[in-house]
């Protein structure tokens, strides 16, 4: 997948125009079911002889308007193009959310940013979908304007799943409630952290339970609780992955600060090695309990030994 940071860069990018582009426009926070399906509805539009795009915005535009008071994103801008090109886009424009571009009035949006400089043949959008200045621009706007200017226009219904509508909002609150089931649901497959292992306080090597504590690139992980799930060693030759129990917490036993800023640590089953300075990627497959804090440190080992042999038991089955 080609990455063009910002429209006016498209052409000294690719050395050409799109060539019939299906642009499906979005934040593409999470990348989850619904998303999905606007892309695969850009992919169907654009064969045989289309050039898949998603047209989306950095920052998000909830952060350009909120600050510190927006929500945290799922997921990071690498990973968010690491998703889209999985899903088969073939051009992502990551176009920045500046003051200029809140101010463009809705229909130069559609003839300016997507007819004058994507070229777009087709536009593909969600049933939530606003634009302009002020967030006037809706679906029915964009038809209009778009026709005018022979260009296709298609609405992706809602997606729910369960009953419930997929959307990064949800998907945010079943995180950081711990509810990662919930989460994998909507997005299509588990919710993932990637981090950076660094040097921690070292007491899992002193109980037999080494750990590797991870400086997470992105903005939100998991309500405090012990998890089964995979860490993917990134930078390691085929990316090898291992079964771990993850703890997110402030590890009470030990720590009495409840305030304390939460830690993210995994135990790789089967592995022995340093993982220092490595990147890692966390998959969290399912909840074991709540994070608690114990007596002593034979309570808490006993505790561990039975979170390892249920996280076997779990990703087992997950293999069966």
Known sequence: MIVVRGRSHLVSTLGRPLRRAAVAIGNFDGVHRG??????????????????????FDPHPARFFAGDAAPPLLMSLPRRLERLAEEGVQVTVVEPFDAQL????AEAFVTDVLGRDLGASHVVVGYDFSFGRGRRGDAELLQEVAGRLGMGVSVVAKVKVHGLTCSSTQIRQ?????HVTGAAALLGRPFTVDGTVVHGAA?????????????????????????????T?????????????ISVGRN???VADATAPLVVEAFLLDFSGDLYGQRLRVTFADRLRDE???????ALVRQIERDVEQTRAILGSERG
Request: aromatic share 8%; glycine share 14%; hydrophobic share 40%.
């Open 35 to 56: 998303h999905q399906a606007l892309l695969a509805k850009a992919r169907d539009v654009a064969r045989p002889d289309g050039e898949t795009v998603a047209l989306t």
């Open 292 to 298: 608690a804090r114990f007596d002593d440190v034979g």
């Open 174 to 178: 079943f995180v950081r409630q711990g």
């Open 252 to 254: 009470p036993t030990f």
């Open 102 to 105: 809140a101010a463009l009035e």
């Open 203 to 231: 007491r899992g090597r002193t109980i037999g339970y080494p750990t590797a504590n991870l400086s997470i690139e992105g903005e939100l992980v998991p309500g405090p609780g012990i998890y089964a799930g995979r860490v």
């Open 233 to 245: 060693c990134l930078d390691s030759d085929g990316a090898p992955t291992f079964g771990a129990a």
